[in-house]
Each structure stands twice: as C-alpha cells, then as structure tokens.
C-alpha cells in the first residue's frame, strides 16, 4: 500500500521569508514522490518531482524539496516567499509497485504581504 | 497548446438522477486519470486507463460509479443514483507516458466539474 500525510492543514508565512510545507509518505517499495500546487479556481499544476539520483530537487517558481528517505520525509520549500505562492498545495507518492498516485489532502499556504 | 477539457463545468442533479461526467484529455496522451477532490479529503483517486490496458478501477467507492474510454482518448464517468455524499470536484488528468518517464510524467488536470447532488 502507499499513502502520504500532510500534517499542516494551513501554513501562514511573511513574504519574503522561507517556506516549508511538510509531507511524509509510506511504501512498500521505493518511492517516487510529487509536489503540485492548486491556485484558486484553476486547476492542479506539477511543481516537482523526485524519482532518483540528488535528494534535493528544484521545480517551478523557486520552489525545492528535498527527500529524505530515513525520515520518510519529502518537504517543499522556498528561500524567500511571495503574496503570489498562495494556494493549496499537494504532495503525492508512487509506489515502484504501483502505477497510479495517491495524493496527500492538501495543505493552504497563505503568505501574507 | 489545448489542455484537459471538463464538462460540464458545474452540474446540480437530484439525489437518485444519474450523472455522465466528461473528459477530453490532451492528444497524444496514452494515461488517464479520474480524481475526486472534497474539502478536507484531499484528492482521491478513482480510476486509471493506460493504453489499451485493462483500466485499474480499485479506487471506485462503489458499484455505482463506473467509467469508460472510447478510442483510447475521451472518457466518461458515470455516477448511477447519485447521492449527497458524491457532492465534490471531479478530476480529470492525462499524461503522456515516455519511455524515460513512463509513470512518472507530470499530469495535466483539467478544471474539474463540481458535483452538487440536492
């Protein structure tokens, strides 16, 4: 089985200062691990993704995460963030042994100017 | 280029009506992805058609929910004698799988139709 939490339901940060929006995910095999982002009334869009090779990986926007696997851990982050990175964002986890993802249930940035 | 195309955008039925929800994915794009998103659940994968494989429905929530795909390209998702709780955005999304990327592409969503069952 694969599964994936997001702790925080909502994270408020100041513009310009960094951001981290938590996941961890479990499999049975090895992972390959997402980020996509959900701007309101548009729909979900691809940040990122982690499949092999460097634990730290850059996507859209500024945005990196950085996989740890003894934490079982796949954190997004930002060095500096803007009004304009509001919105839901969602992690989601592949198992090798499965074809289809599973999605965490979302977690609201809201940064504030 | 075209994306994902949903529709209806918005669909407001009676509990017990039958429901076709459709989907248009990109060309070219050989995965397909049904999705359910309500609030505080997340994204909760439905169904998923790759090719000409047999789809992988294990994520149906029952019986009444069923969904094809003609020519390998537009799908369907059928809701039989909808009920309150199928209130929610459905997601469609397609993929192109490469041989480097394979399951691993980035999907594409469409706008999702939002579901309201009274």
């Known amino acids: 089985a694969q599964s994936v939490a997001q702790p925080e339901d909502q994270v408020n940060v100041a513009e310009g200062n960094p951001l981290t929006v938590k996941c961890t995910y479990s499999?049975?095999?090895?992972?390959?691990l997402f980020w996509y982002v959900q701007y309101p009334n548009r729909g979900l869009q691809f940040l990122l993704k982690?499949?092999?090779?460097?634990?730290l990986v850059k996507g859209s926007y500024g945005f990196e995460a950085e996989f740890n696997k003894s934490q079982t851990s796949f954190h997004l982050k930002k060095p500096s963030a803007l009004v304009s990175d509001s919105a839901l964002y969602f992690c989601?986890?592949?198992?090798?042994?499965?074809?289809?993802?599973?999605f965490g249930k979302g977690t609201m940035l809201l940064v504030s100017p | 280029g075209a994306g994902v195309s949903q529709s209806p955008s918005n669909k407001v039925t009676e509990k017990g009506k039958d429901v076709e929800l459709r989907c248009d994915p990109i060309?070219?794009?050989?995965?397909l992805y049904w999705y359910r998103q309500s609030l505080g659940q997340g994204l909760e994968f439905l169904i998923y058609?790759?090719?000409?494989?047999?789809?992988?429905k294990s994520g149906l929530p029952s019986d009444r929910f069923s969904a094809e795909r003609t020519g390998g390209s537009v799908s369907t998702l059928t809701i039989q004698r909808t009920q309150q709780e199928d209130s929610a955005v459905y997601l469609c999304?397609?993929?192109?799988?490469?041989?480097?990327?394979?399951?691993?592409?980035?999907?594409?969503f469409g706008n999702g139709t939002r579901l309201t069952v009274t």
């Open positions: 989601a986890v592949r198992d090798t042994l499965y074809s289809t993802l599973t």
């Open positions: 060309s070219g794009h050989t995965a």
């Open positions: 499999v049975s095999g090895n992972p390959y």
């Open positions: 999304a397609s993929s192109f799988r490469s041989r480097i990327d394979r399951d691993n592409s980035p999907l594409h």
């Open positions: 058609f790759q090719g000409n494989s047999a789809p992988d």
């Open positions: 982690y499949i092999t090779g460097d634990n």
